[in-house]
């Protein structure tokens, strides 16, 4: 449940406006199609190392045994970079979506000060009141997508108050596809389809939550195949069977779905309820929303503290921020990343729609690069499977798709890394913004593998001297093989867990 509700968020509720205003409702679904392959394969490519060796650190610790230090370094950094600026990105979205009630947005500093108060209390408080508040957050979020695709069917087939029924209306005209910044032809459509990727990057980016908690997951030979496939179909489903509804109920050229002009307030599902004629549910959505944004924040301080503590112990962090309280709260690390959500004040200054974009572009980029580190672990990890002589079907988790998903993983990522800020390019389209919050990562993550690879002085492990014994006596005494399921009950909830 904290898998899907920490990447079910404002980048499917709230961010999908600007990527259906880019690309049309096909490109924003083939868009997140693309994406969507490229996080399923990131889940097979990572659960079939995570299921053999559930260790605590999840990928990064991983990328320690088959990679080198230095890269274990990058990625580990580069993963509390991801998680600690997509802190301020939620606490804007916040601000948008209560804009959605009051148009001053002067109060922004206002709203996201109260925000921000509440997240920051709920994470001092401790893990359990986190988990506590995780699950009645994700509870909300996962009612709130079903009951909104099923609502977006109703609406389409003219269920509504207006009795309009819609189909592929909006596919015909404003069409299917935008002409990207008025170029004509194939090259303006292929170009609104790409404009959609980072976007959609930064809707699926935290599925990897699953790794980080491998290492305390109960029977995880068992538990971390399954939820690595459950989490990523349903993540899969709910994601593409939202955007396509929302291609079907808002037209890519409705005024309020830019982001970008610091007064739209609404996201496409609001707009499409809006447009249907239901007065008061919009305003119950909204809230539900916001309740999402609130929990991506909170999620975002508690995985980035506890990322900024586990580099600390591991001696990739000053050790300052490996002080705990009694209670287990790594109170400096949390105060360090708490205090980067003072940068969602920029909203006050820049529009909290800018802020919004800015913030998510570095939050993708940066968990591109992640999933980009999990590739290229996976190889380094395959290929010393093959040099000791271990069979892969003999891993508690495997697929023939390797290597490769792997590859794909790899390549895909960093292609849409490395053309993210392509829009900057265009002729009188340069931004200065625009153009670090996309390449400011991509090039941080090489430069921090670099610096370590300096300081530790290690090349990368061989294939043949590569550690898969260590604690495998440790992980096979904590599996067991769990009864099957008695009757009809039993079986419904060992399939929806």
Not at 144 to 166: N, Y
Not at 345 to 366: D, K, L, P, Q
Request: glycine share 10%; with cysteine; charged share 10%.
């Amino acid at each position: 449940m904290i898998s899907i509700g920490g990447v079910i968020g404002t980048g499917l509720f709230l961010g999908t406006a600007n990527s259906l205003k880019n690309g049309g409702p096909l490109g924003l679904l083939l868009g997140y199609i693309v994406i969507g392959t490229i996080c399923w394969s990131v889940m097979i490519t990572l659960g079939e190392m995570v299921s053999y060796l559930p260790v605590a650190g999840g990928h990064i610790k991983l990328a320690e045994r088959f990679v080198d230090p230095a890269f274990a370094f990058a990625m580990g950094w580069n993963y509390w970079y991801s998680w600690v600026v997509v802190l301020p990105a939620e606490l804007s979205a916040a601000a948008i979506l209560i804009d959605f009630w009051d148009k001053n947005t002067n109060l922004n500093p206002a709203w996201i000060s109260i925000c921000m108060v509440v997240v920051i209390a709920i994470n001092f408080l401790g893990a359990g009141a986190y988990g506590e508040a995780e699950f009645v957050f994700a509870s909300i979020k996962v009612i709130t997508v079903v009951g909104l695709i099923i609502l977006g069917i109703v609406l389409d087939l003219g269920g509504g108050p207006d009795h309009d029924r819609l189909g592929f209306r909006y596919w015909r005209h404003p069409g299917p596809l935008v002409q990207y910044a008025g170029i004509s032809g194939s090259e303006g459509r292929f170009l609104g389809f790409w404009a959609v990727l980072t976007q959609a990057a930064f809707a699926f980016l935290g599925t990897e939550i699953v790794a980080i908690a491998a290492g305390e997951a109960k029977n995880p030979r068992r538990n971390i195949p399954k939820a690595i496939n459950r989490v990523s179909i349903r993540i899969l489903l709910f994601y593409i069977g939202g955007v396509f509804i929302i291609g079907l109920l808002v037209p890519s050229n409705d005024p309020a779905l830019n982001l970008s002009d610091g007064t739209a307030a609404s996201s496409p599902f609001v707009i499409a309820i809006q447009r249907s004629g239901i007065r008061i549910l919009p305003s119950f959505i909204n809230a539900a929303f916001l309740t999402s944004a609130w929990s991506a924040a909170s999620s975002d301080m508690f995985t980035s503290s506890r990322a900024l503590y586990a580099l600390a112990i591991s001696g990739n962090a000053p050790h300052i921020f490996a002080k705990t309280l009694r209670n287990g709260l790594p109170v400096n690390a949390l105060i360090i990343s708490a205090a980067f959500s003072l940068l969602s004040y920029m909203a006050a200054s820049r529009g909290a729609g800018n802020v919004f974009n800015w913030f998510s572009n570095m939050t993708s980029i940066a968990g591109l690069m992640t999933w980009f580190g999990i590739g290229v672990t996976y190889l380094r990890f395959y290929k010393g499977l093959k040099a000791q002589g271990i069979d892969r079907r003999s891993l508690p988790y495997w697929t023939r798709l390797q290597p490769f998903a792997a590859w794909y993983t790899v390549a895909s990522t960093f292609l849409v890394c490395l053309f993210s800020g392509w829009a900057v390019f265009l002729r009188g389209n340069w931004d200065t913004a625009t153009f670090v919050t996309n390449y400011l990562p991509l090039v941080l993550f090489p430069l921090l593998y670099a610096v370590a690879r300096l300081y530790f002085r290690r090349g990368p492990v061989a294939p043949a001297a590569m550690d898969f014994t260590t604690g495998i006596a440790e992980i096979e005494a904590e599996s067991w093989d769990e009864a099957p399921p008695k009757n009809f009950w039993e079986r419904f909830w060992a399939w929806l867990m």
